[in-house]
Each structure stands twice: as structure tokens, then as C-alpha cells.
């Protein structure tokens, strides 16, 4: 598991999550086994745990061998659906998410999602989807990359770079990383080359996975499948999906918007654990970089609808 994937911020989202040993969770995102096999740990021969991936990689190179593991292979918006079937109608005790890339994605040339190798520009999370990076850069209108490289990758510029690609384009097509590096290199910051394109690919990224929409799916189901009482904690890597998540648990919504009895109060369905997010320690930053942007957020059921 270490070697596909180095779970971020295991032991304080376990511990945060875990309230009853016997109880059933869900690990929405499977990736290498870490968290399901820190929250198998600590469950007890009664305890038992649902885990989610689309990625075939992460199903077949599933290391845990334990009866007490259903491993689904589906996207997690459909967690309700899922949690249902599972015979689990009363609901589950708790919901961990970790939004992160795996280790094992970023480092596997093929699957395209980092600008560290020359490879085909693929970026989907399952093989079997239609539409890759490189179909969405060569059939998007400049409007519409515009849009994405602004509201998912933060990108300044971003009507700058989509004209670049779009012109690019226009001579042959983009379809490798090296493609895409040449389409955009006369915009690239020579002090913050790295980050620029990080921006890019994680607009890229979203973009072909659906994440967004997916996030909003997942937290609306887990709402739903949640016992009164049980906790929520996600893990998110940028501001984007932590806004959400944050939002969601203040007001049962990924749009912040308040709900308001007749009497006037602000009805949840949430009560947040840790006030402030969770970050993670000097020490396992050290050890695991692509942990330093992570923000744990842990929520409590209350039993109160929207």
C-alpha cells in the first residue's frame, strides 16, 4: 500500500472518524488501502467497512484481505445507492473521503496526469470514460477552457492560455504532455513554472473527472446515509473543494446557502467537530509532500433535515 500510495493525515482522520468499533463505515476513496486499513484496525470482528474507487488500478492492486471489506468499484457520488444495496438502511456510523490524486496516478507516466513525463494527456480517474484531457483541449471552445483553467485551476491568464492552445491547436493536435508544454511555454512564469502548469493539470484534471459535480453528489448522499450521530471527515487539497466541503457542513449545501425553519433559525444537518481544519505535521509533510496542502474537516450528524 505505502509503495501505490501514502494515505495523508491517517491516524487523525481514523481517530476522528471511528466512534464505534462495532459500527459500519465507508472509505469513499479506496486508493492504495491506507485509510480502510487504519479504520479495519480499529473496528472490531462485528465492525464493517464499504470502500469506493472508479480506478481499476486501485481495485486490482488491493492488498487487504479481510471479510469485514466490501470494495466497490463505482464513482462515490453513487454512495447512497450503494449503501442501500449493501442492505444498510439504517445507515452507517461514518464517511471518509480523501480528494486527493494517489500517489501511484501521478507517478504512472501512461495515465497522464503529471507534466513530469511526455506522455499522452489522459487525466481519467476511470480508463473506461469517454472524454481525456486531450479531447477536452483540442474540441473545447476558448470560451469554455477559459472557464475551466479560471474556475478550477485558479489559472491567472487563463483567456491567455486558452487562445495559446486554441492557436495551437489549429497546426496539430494536443495530445501529449509535451504538446500542451510547447502550446502554452511563452506564457509560463520563469520563477513559478512548476506551479503554473500544476494549476493547469489540476483544471485539466477536474474537468475530465467531473469532480466537482461528483463532490456535490457524494456529500448529498452521505448526508443521507448517515445515522444521527455519525461523522463525516473529508480530506481536501485545494480551495475549490474545501469551500465546498466547508460549506456544506454549515449549511447542508455545497452553496453556502442558509435554511430557515418558520421560527427563523438556520436549520443543518451537520455540527463541525474540529472548529478549524486539521493540517498536517511539519514531520509528515517532510516525509510525504504532496501532503502539504491537505485539510482534514470532521462533522457530526445531527439528525436535523434540510
Do not use: W
Not at 98 to 107: E, I, K
Not at 123 to 145: F, G, K, P
Request: hydrophobic share 35%.
Amino acid at each position: 500500500m505505502s509503495e501505490y500510495h501514502i494515505p495523508v493525515l491517517l491516524h487523525e482522520s481514523v481517530d476522528a472518524l471511528v466512534v464505534d468499533k462495532a459500527g459500519v463505515y465507508v472509505d469513499a476513496t479506496f486508493g492504495g488501502g491506507g485509510h480502510s486499513a487504519g479504520i479495519l484496525s480499529v473496528l472490531n470482528g462485528n465492525g464493517r467497512l464499504i470502500a469506493f474507487d472508479r480506478d481499476e488500478d486501485a481495485i486490482r492492486n488491493n492488498t487487504i484481505d479481510d471479510p469485514r471489506l466490501t470494495l466497490v468499484r463505482n464513482n462515490f457520488r453513487f454512495i447512497r445507492n450503494f449503501v442501500l444495496y449493501e442492505g444498510y438502511r439504517e445507515g452507517v456510523d461514518g464517511i471518509l473521503a480523501d480528494l486527493g490524486v494517489s500517489s501511484h496516478q501521478f507517478d504512472t507516466a501512461e495515465r497522464g496526469f503529471s507534466f513530469r513525463f511526455d506522455s499522452p494527456l489522459d487525466m481519467r480517474m476511470n480508463a473506461e470514460t469517454e472524454v481525456s484531457a486531450a479531447d477536452i483541449l483540442n474540441t473545447r471552445s476558448r470560451e469554455d477552457l477559459e472557464k475551466i483553467l479560471r474556475l478550477y485551476g485558479e489559472v491567472d491568464g487563463s483567456r491567455r492560455i486558452a487562445q495559446m492552445i486554441c492557436g495551437y491547436r489549429e497546426k496539430k493536435d494536443i495530445r501529449t504532455t509535451g504538446d500542451l508544454y510547447e502550446a502554452i511555454a511563452p506564457a509560463l512564469p520563469r520563477q513559478a513554472e512548476h506551479k503554473f502548469l500544476a494549476k493547469v493539470y489540476q483544471a485539466l484534471r477536474i474537468e475530465v473527472n467531473q469532480e466537482m459535480k461528483s463532490l456535490e453528489k457524494f456529500l448529498d448522499g452521505a448526508a443521507s446515509v448517515l445515522k444521527p450521530g455519525g461523522r463525516l471527515a473529508v480530506i481536501t487539497y485545494h480551495s475549490l473543494e474545501d469551500r465546498m466541503v466547508k460549506n456544506f457542513i454549515r449549511t447542508g449545501n455545497v452553496e453556502g446557502r442558509l435554511e430557515k425553519d418558520l421560527y427563523g433559525h438556520v436549520r443543518t444537518p451537520f455540527r463541525s467537530v474540529n472548529r478549524k481544519p486539521v493540517l498536517p505535521s511539519e514531520e509528515e509533510i517532510a516525509s510525504n509532500t504532496r501532503a502539504r496542502s491537505a485539510k482534514l474537516r470532521v462533522a457530526e450528524k445531527t439528525g436535523e433535515e434540510i
